[in-house]
């Protein structure tokens, strides 16, 4: 492998730390925090669902909906309103994970180009960003919301590749999702792959370049 220009960052859950929406979620649900987990699997299976059907909706707009599903499936009463209310706010107001800024100030001494793309909107990821402190530390911020897909569609990969004018090998994407490696390898990036708790590697995919225990390990190994 050629030492990548590029660190291409997912934000949900490899970024930012999914646990506060444990919370407001489930409360929405009635006290059921341990359906987060399969809120935001729903979440990811309804973004895809769309790309699939070329029909887009942003992805605040998913999660509500996904929401509001999964409190019918458990016979709870939620109204689009109190769904919305749940999801949005916290959702942009997610802190880093402990090691996050820390270790992203360190890539960037170590001479690295910082960039994230994530299936949030533009505007959901800016205040993302912004309100965990990351966003000064970033040279680009891509959204799905440009080429209205969702990751791991291959042109969403591609719009980044492009706007960088760099060659897929340039540019290694870090993740906490097997499946968004898995399109990232697919267009030809190098992988890395963030081993948050609660996450797992696909067994019938090529495994990432590299398997990590944070971003802290990730700087030490591209030192």
Not at 31 to 43: A, I, K, Q, V
Not at 56 to 61: K, Q, T
Not at 65 to 89: N, P
Not at 191 to 205: E, V
Request: hydrophobic share 45%; proline share 6%.
């Amino acid at each position: 492998m050629i030492q990548p220009t590029v660190l291409l960052f997912d934000v949900n859950e490899t970024l930012l730390d999914l646990r506060p929406l444990r919370k407001s979620i489930g409360h929405a649900l009635g006290g059921r925090e341990d359906l987060l987990p399969l809120w935001f699997s729903t979440m990811l299976h309804y973004s895809l669902v769309e790309t699939l059907t070329q029909d887009f909706h942003g992805f605040d707009e998913i999660g509500t909906a996904a929401l509001r599903m999964l409190a019918e499936t458990q016979q709870i009463e939620l109204s689009a309103e109190a769904a919305q209310e749940a999801v949005v706010g916290p959702l942009n107001s997610l802190p880093p994970h402990p090691e996050v800024l820390a270790a992203l100030q360190q890539l960037r001494q170590q001479g690295y180009r910082l960039a994230t793309l994530t299936n949030s909107s533009a505007s959901g990821a800016q205040a993302q960003l912004s309100n965990a402190g990351i966003e000064p530390l970033l040279d680009n911020s891509y959204s799905v919301e440009s080429v209205r897909k969702y990751k791991p569609h291959s042109g969403v990969y591609r719009m980044v590749l492009d706007d960088l004018a760099l060659e897929p090998e340039q540019v290694l994407m870090v993740a906490a999702h097997a499946w968004d490696l898995a399109g990232a390898k697919n267009v030809g990036l190098q992988t890395a792959f963030i081993q948050r708790p609660g996450t797992a590697l696909y067994p019938n995919t090529a495994r990432p370049d590299y398997v990590l225990r944070d971003l802290t390990e990730l700087a030490q190994r591209l030192a």
